[in-house]
């Protein structure tokens, strides 16, 4: 009774192992929802793959997955004091920490604790790091040995709007290597311009991989809800909170999947404005009424909205009595499993 993430395992796995042998240094990223499939499930595939390290996104997102994964997690949301759990992690030596500006370096240089860090140098992305024109500071807080530094981290924009990374990765790299020698770290470098960058900065290199890893690849997954209910409705009649008026005689079904599992309501279409609405209204359609698309499909068709998703279900309207699904019926559901929060997910043989 519940929303539901399919996955071929054996597929899944064989596009993974490729990403693995395309990506030397691979450090698969299992953060926030952890893609759709949960921060524990990707610990688990990250250490059957053998890798050796692998990171999340926040202090918190550490105890997630530090009993199924036993190599080492990298945070990648900049260390910062104050943070809750950023603090008790600096004396844990299986975690690094990112650092993005130089007052939280030299903070954790004086920490006492010699924590293993990143240390992050901002990029064209504008998100976290420091800048060249700080490194003679930070170049002065290493020369303290408070730290343990692992190396350099440049989180790039994405290739295809920029017309490829490699120029910017190398300066900001070399420029990083000349204050203290490391390995560098990059995310969303293109296969070419890694291999480019491995034969000029003789260091070894590490790249963070997450969409590409987990939702990339012909993997067929599938996310299906539980019908809980089906309602016969006249036209005109009034159904749910909002007692909307029903534009047919139909049938309305009760989905599982709503607010909590990241369904939201949509705009109503661009059919909703112009010129189409008009043909709309002419021909009596939904659409004129500024009814939003469910990503529910049911008797071959992405159904309408009756009113906004519920916190854990929703209420879709099917015209007719042609193909009304019974209770306990899966449908498809179309989820962005960035955003989507599933109740279980199923690895398939
Ligand atoms: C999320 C994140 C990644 C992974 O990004 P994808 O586009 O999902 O591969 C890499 N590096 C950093 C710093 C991130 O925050």
Do not use: C
Not at 18 to 41: D, H, I, Q, S
Not at 83 to 102: I, M, N
Not at 250 to 278: D, N
């Amino acid at each position: 009774m519940s929303v539901v993430l399919r996955v071929p395992a054996a597929d899944w796995r064989a596009h993974q192992r490729r990403v693995l042998a395309a990506t030397p240094g691979l450090v698969p990223v299992a953060k926030g929802n952890g893609y759709g499939f949960g921060l524990a499930r990707l610990a688990t595939e990250a250490a059957a793959l053998g890798v050796d390290t692998l990171a999340v996104g926040t202090p918190s997102e550490v105890d997630a997955v530090r009993d199924v994964f036993d190599g080492q997690v990298v945070v990648l949301q900049p260390w910062r004091p104050g943070e809750p759990g950023a603090e008790e992690l600096l004396s844990d030596e299986r975690v690094v920490h990112t650092v993005s500006r130089v007052s939280d370096l030299a903070h954790l240089a004086a920490s006492g604790l010699r924590p293993r860090v990143l240390l992050e140098l901002l990029t064209s992305m504008k998100r976290h790091g420091m800048r060249v024109d700080e490194l003679p500071a930070v170049r002065k807080v290493l020369a303290e040995d408070g730290v343990d530094v692992v190396g350099w981290t440049i989180h790039l924009p994405m290739p295809a709007a920029t017309g490829g990374n490699a120029a910017e990765a190398e300066r900001l790299a070399k420029a990083g290597l000349a204050v203290r020698t490391g390995r560098v770290w990059f995310s969303h470098l293109t296969g070419a311009d890694h291999d480019r960058l491995r034969a000029t900065l003789y260091t070894e290199t590490r790249v963070r991989v997450g969409t590409e890893l987990w939702l990339g690849g012909s993997v067929r997954r599938r996310t299906s809800a539980t019908v809980l209910d089906v309602h016969p409705v006249k036209r005109g009649e009034k159904v749910g909170y909002w007692q909307r008026s029903m534009p047919g005689d139909g049938h309305v079904v009760v989905v599982s999947g709503g607010t909590a599992h990241g369904i939201a309501l949509e705009a109503p279409t661009s059919a909703a404005t112009g010129r189409q609405r008009l043909i709309s209204a002419v021909n009596g359609s939904v659409e004129a009424l500024g009814w939003a698309r469910s990503p529910f499909t049911i008797a071959g068709k992405k159904r309408w909205f009756v009113e906004p998703p519920h916190m854990q279900a929703s209420m879709v309207y099917v015209p007719g009595s042609k193909g009304i699904p019974a209770v306990g019926d899966e449908v498809p559901v179309e989820l962005r499993l960035t955003t989507a929060t599933v109740d279980s997910v199923v690895l398939e043989d």
